[in-house]
């Protein structure tokens, strides 16, 4: 394979250097070096706080729901010849907590526990009213055209209000079978998505250390099976599809990066 030889003029050639020497220039501003200056300290200040005191707390929280004592205070403990033995209370709240939390935040079915409702009065579509007006207009010209007396007013207005009752009604019915349908939705692309999953775990970190986070809806591929066509019949084929998930984040890593970012 013969290597390509990059050629340039004398013009670009002094057009580069003098390109770098203005890049170089600007690197020397008091603004530029101000601000470099600026983002290491803050850098710096967050890289020893979060060793020195987020990863020190997270090291006595998982050693307190875990029953166990530092290599420190174990070695104290065993110079006064005192007992080994972890009470374990912290221990015993954490789990009661996470109990409290899965029964409140986990579920299927009638157990899940939330739910969406339609809008006690649902708008009427303007293709609706003018269907409407369509309708009435159609049965008063039917009405003089068998010779019926003229309508007053305040028949007609009657009559329109007892129409758009009727349709108000049928529209209720409609929009709550359409939140029944959206439910069930709901609730299969959170089964597919790892909700339960995910939040089961959140509420055993969120019980333990000083928070926990969750991140979605991420889209990520993933091979299910499905039924796809094949020599004449349907048969059970594994393809591959996308769709939104949901994922407990690392937060040891994301403390420091959240500090970091308030510090700038």
Not at 30 to 42: D, E, F, Q, T, W
Not at 121 to 143: A, F, K, S
Not at 225 to 230: C, D, I, R, T, W
């Amino acid at each position: 394979m013969n290597a390509i030889i990059p050629v340039a003029s004398s013009a670009q050639l002094e057009a580069q250097e003098k390109n770098k020497q203005k890049n170089e220039k600007n690197q020397l501003r008091p603004l530029v070096v101000g601000l470099s200056a600026h983002v290491n300290k803050r850098w710096s200040v967050m890289r020893d706080h979060k060793k020195q005191e987020i990863e020190d707390r997270l090291t006595k929280t998982a050693r307190a729901r875990n029953m166990e004592y530092s290599p420190s205070k174990m070695a104290e403990i065993k110079a006064q010849g005192g007992s080994e033995i972890f009470m374990g209370i912290v221990s015993t709240k954490c789990r009661t907590a996470t109990a409290w939390l899965r029964d409140t935040l986990l579920g299927t079915g009638s157990d899940r526990p939330w739910s969406i409702s339609a809008t006690p009065i649902p708008d009427v579509p303007p293709d609706i009213i003018e269907r409407l007006q369509g309708i009435m207009e159609q049965n008063l010209m039917q009405h003089y055209e068998q010779g019926g007396e003229q309508v007053q007013e305040a028949d007609l207005k009657k009559l329109a209000e007892g129409m758009k009752d009727t349709a108000m009604r049928e529209m209720k019915f409609e929009a709550e079978k359409r939140v029944e349908r959206m439910e069930l939705k709901m609730e299969d692309q959170l089964i597919e998505g790892g909700f339960v999953k995910a939040l089961f775990e959140f509420t055993n970190d969120v019980a333990t250390y000083p928070y926990a986070v969750l991140k979605g809806p991420v889209p990520r591929k993933r091979k299910i099976l499905k039924y796809a066509e094949g020599g004449g019949r349907f048969l059970k084929k594994l393809l591959e599809t996308s769709g939104n998930e949901l994922t407990l984040i690392n937060f040891i890593g994301l403390l420091g990066e959240t500090i970091y970012k308030i510090c700038l």
